[in-house]
């Protein structure tokens, strides 16, 4: 959950409902680079925190492989109007949290049903 609100913060100035997919893309690698760069910046004369910084750094370079590939095809095809995002998941895992936090994000006036 911290890193989706770290997300939301990198990427204030993109407003999904006139961004280009294109410009989500682009917002959405850089923050996972910036991320990756906090990890690569650190004092490494700590080993505990030297060791954390790597499996932080390897998990984020997973994450930027997968999300970007994904982010890739939709950049591809931006030709939408309209679109549907589904969050699932476990009960009790965030879905209506994460939903109600996008929904503050935009300054939404009621719940979305």
Known sequence: ???FFFLLKCTRKIRLRHAKMKDIYLGVKKSIEDLQNIF???DDKDEKLKKFNQEALEVFQKLEFKSLKELESLKNNE???NFTIAFYGETGAGKSTLIECLRLFFKEQSKVV
Request: no cysteine; glycine share 0%; net charge neutral.
């Open 40 to 42: 690569k910046n650190t």
């Open 1 to 3: 959950m911290r890193f």
């Open 79 to 81: 030709e939408w109007e």
